[in-house]
């Protein structure tokens, strides 16, 4: 049973460009999180989501920055126009239930943009 | 509000017990976790703990949780210099979400 699964590890990207994130969750997790932790710093919740929906996006900055776990396929955390504020380690954990239980992460996205 | 305080340093010999120390917000928080991170790396989720328990002991590792005091402390028994990393608590803030505590970063010395 693979754990979280997030790629690429690295990526990097021009201002301007778009940045996509892509997380498989644990099998039988339906529910991915998905975090920002920059140099030296804790980690910034972002998106919560369950198959299909969107359930908590508190985090989330309003532009340029989406999130979807369609019912077949990774979770994927989309920026758009990235600029250089957005370079960060990015995590995506899983979880089976609601509310807790055992959450796991995968070993995160750097992304760097020049 | 969503806020999740430890203390940024911890140094100790290596031998000795390290306790690293938490304080959480919402009274409501069903679990509350202790992740490891190595330089570079991701987050490794060492232990939970669940809000009906006071106390978790998985082989060097102790959870205390103080429901009261929404106090939570993570004992490290016979501290290695392999335990060097940063410790982040957390908790289901609302059931929602995992919120993460800044992190104490443990050095461990010979």
């Known amino acids: 049973n693979a754990g979280v699964m997030q790629n690429p590890r690295h990526l990097v990207r021009r201002r301007g460009q778009e940045a996509r994130l892509r997380c498989s969750p644990m099998?039988?997790?339906?529910?991915v999180y998905w975090y920002r932790q920059l140099p030296e710093e804790g980690l910034k919740f972002m998106v919560y989501?369950?198959?299909?929906?969107?359930?908590?996006e508190s985090g989330m900055p309003k532009e340029r920055f989406s999130a979807e776990f369609p019912k077949e396929g990774p979770s994927i955390l989309r920026i758009q126009q990235v600029v250089r504020g957005d370079s960060a380690a990015y995590f995506c954990?899983?979880?089976?239930?609601?509310?807790?239980?055992?959450?796991?992460f995968g070993q995160g996205t750097r992304l760097t943009v020049v | 509000g969503e806020d999740v305080e430890q203390s940024l340093f911890l140094s100790v010999r290596e031998g000795d017990s390290s306790v690293i120390n938490c304080t959480y917000t919402?009274?409501?928080?069903?679990?509350l976790y202790w992740y490891k991170q190595e330089p570079g790396a991701g987050l490794q989720l060492l232990t939970y703990?669940?809000?009906?328990?006071d106390m978790k002991q998985d082989q060097r590792l102790t959870v205390l949780l103080n429901k009261k005091d929404k106090h939570l402390s993570l004992r490290i028994a016979d501290t290695q210099t392999g335990d060097s990393a940063i410790y982040f608590c957390?908790?289901?803030?609302?059931?929602?979400?995992?919120?993460f505590g800044t992190g104490t970063r443990l050095q461990v010395f010979p």
């Open positions: 954990a899983s979880s089976q239930v609601t509310g807790g239980g055992e959450a796991f």
């Open positions: 099998k039988g997790h339906s529910h």
């Open positions: 989501l369950q198959k299909e929906n969107i359930i908590d």
């Open positions: 919402d009274s409501s928080s069903t679990y």
């Open positions: 703990i669940f809000s009906n328990m």
């Open positions: 957390a908790e289901f803030y609302n059931t929602d979400k995992l919120i």
